[in-house]
């Protein structure tokens, strides 16, 4: 009896006797069944690209960074994948907040849907966010501070004055969770600057890094840059920009009272989930990946991450987020 007892825990009810590994997370207030998510721009403009990254295994859904009108951005080709990575200078094209409202009113999946804004002007941001704070459906906000492919308009990640007031004004009215996401820095004292505004807002979440702006890739055979857009100027994502991207992770982590750390980056394997999460990340989002790979990119992260945390002996996020140590 007690033979027919344990085949059956064995065979019927395995998951006792297994070592569970979850890869759930939290963004301050907002969990997540998964702490994977695509990155805004990668296959998230359309309401059938939407669709399907509600279908995804992820943690959630997040849109393509929205203006008030639609855009259709600028001239092709506007994206490459190149060998480490991709480089574009898409110009924002997006489908407009109305669609984005529409379409968040209706989703119903089992997983946050956040939305990306990013205004032209200070004033275009604020029309936005007052917009969104009436609207149902929305989870969060990643106000997009660091596009760097807008002919003429500067990323304002770069511009710590203009940060500060903008955040000023955004949080005048509006209390619902927001983020931004930042261009990456390179200069530490960029880092101290950037970090001392943030921490004077209520910042749900702060997603490092966006594209590594106005690289150049070159097509020898035709003796061009590969994109038509700004000269072939355009931004840099992939393995080029992980380095970059754990070292924002890692430095904002460290000088953040508390806002939690969205990373994104150069994540084309497990381990790389890991590192991102290592540095201080609390979820991970995936760009080139999932232009390149598709929708499967999720499903092979999520294993390889989990693998990865069953050899360590990890059996959740929290083990090991921020746990960098020293060498
Ligand atoms: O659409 C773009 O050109 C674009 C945006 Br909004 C962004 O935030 N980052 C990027 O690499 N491209």
Redesign the pocket.
């Known amino acids: 009896m007690r033979f027919v007892a344990l085949a059956f825990s064995l065979t019927l009810c395995p998951k006792p006797l297994m070592r569970p590994t979850a890869i759930e997370t939290e963004i301050g207030q907002i969990p997540l069944q998964n702490c994977l998510y695509n990155a805004?721009?990668a296959r998230c403009t359309t309401g059938e690209e939407l669709d399907s990254l509600a279908r995804a295994p992820t943690g959630a859904v997040l849109a393509?960074?929205a203006t008030i009108a639609y855009r259709k951005?600028?001239p092709k080709p506007?994206y490459r994948d190149i060998p480490f990575g991709s480089i574009?200078?898409?110009?924002?094209?997006n489908l407009g907040i109305d669609f984005y409202l529409d379409y968040a009113a209706a989703f119903s999946a089992e997983k946050p849907l956040f939305l990306s804004v990013?205004g032209l002007t200070t004033a275009e941001n604020h029309t936005l966010l007052k917009r969104i704070q009436k609207a149902a459906g929305v989870g969060a906000v990643e106000l997009?501070l660091?596009?760097?492919?807008?002919p003429g308009k500067p990323q304002t990640g770069y511009d710590v004055a203009q940060t500060e007031h903008l955040l000023q004004g955004v949080f005048a009215f509006y209390d619902k969770p927001l983020g931004v996401?930042l261009p990456p820095y390179f200069d530490r004292v960029h880092f101290d600057q950037m970090a001392a505004v943030l921490n004077r807002f209520p910042l749900a979440f702060v997603t490092c890094i966006?594209?590594m702006?106005n690289g150049l890739h070159i097509d020898v055979e035709r003796e061009t840059a590969s994109l038509k857009p700004k000269g072939g100027f355009?931004?840099i994502?992939g393995l080029y920009a992980k380095p970059t991207a754990l070292a924002n992770v890692n430095r904002f982590y460290k000088l953040l009272d508390g806002i939690p750390i969205v990373g994104c980056g150069g994540v084309q394997t497990g381990t790389d989930v890991f590192e991102h999460i290592l540095c201080g990340a609390s979820a991970v989002q995936v760009g080139t990946s999932l232009m390149k790979e598709g929708l499967a990119c999720f499903t092979r992260l999520g294993e390889e991450l989990q693998s990865l945390m069953r050899e360590k002996g990890y059996v959740r996020v929290a083990d090991f987020k921020g746990k960098l140590k020293s060498l």
């Open positions: 805004s721009g393509k960074s951005g600028n506007r574009n200078a898409m110009g924002l094209p990013a997009n660091s596009c760097p492919n807008i996401k966006n594209s702006g355009g931004g994502g």
